[in-house]
């Protein structure tokens, strides 16, 4: 199965988002609901085959900043404390096999960790947020989702099939 790399023009606005080109190819997987996208699906392995550990990533201005806020305000250490581990754990198991399936690639390193290229803790509230509004459980990506006042049924996570 090939992956379903994003549109030119889904490709530009992202670009135009992030400010820089990709070196990976990507996929919308979560748009509001006028059809700007919000999080997108990277490749596990970038072009030249390095290992990409962000599956999914937060690509909506207003979002970013809002969790840049909170991340700049301790919500990271915050949010770490308030979860129960066992269901971190659990999210970044099942955000690494998410990401294992998605890997297309056999002749380089494989990417690795969980949300946020992690294993344990919270390293990056946008990943979280990002993994949540796929509809994925997240306990730290409804905390973020919360703290923000996002009702996530205002998203729309795209049929990829």
């Not at 606005?13 to 080109?21: A, I, N, S």
């Not at 809002?66 to 915050?78: D, F, K, M, Y």
Request: glycine letters at 10%; proline letters at 6%; hydrophobic letters at 40%.
């Amino acid at each position: 199965m090939s992956f379903a790399e994003a549109s030119d023009d889904d490709r530009r606005t992202v670009e135009l988002l992030l400010g820089r080109p990709l070196a990976g190819r990507f996929t919308v997987v979560v748009r509001r609901r006028d059809g700007r996208p919000v999080v997108i699906e990277n490749e596990p392995h970038l072009r030249d085959g390095t290992p990409m550990p962000t599956l999914y990533w937060l690509v909506d201005a207003e979002l970013t900043e809002a969790v840049s806020r909170l991340e700049g305000a301790g919500g990271v250490h915050r949010f770490e404390e308030l979860v129960d581990p066992g269901a971190l754990a659990a999210t970044h198991d099942a955000y690494a096999r998410a990401r294992e399936a998605a890997t297309r690639r056999a002749d380089a390193p494989a990417p690795s960790g969980g949300v946020g290229g992690t294993r344990r803790g919270v390293k990056c509230l946008h990943a979280h947020l990002a993994y949540r509004l796929t509809g994925a459980s997240d306990p730290v990506g409804d905390l973020v989702a919360d703290e923000l006042g996002l009702d996530v049924a205002q998203f729309v996570i795209v049929d990829r099939g």
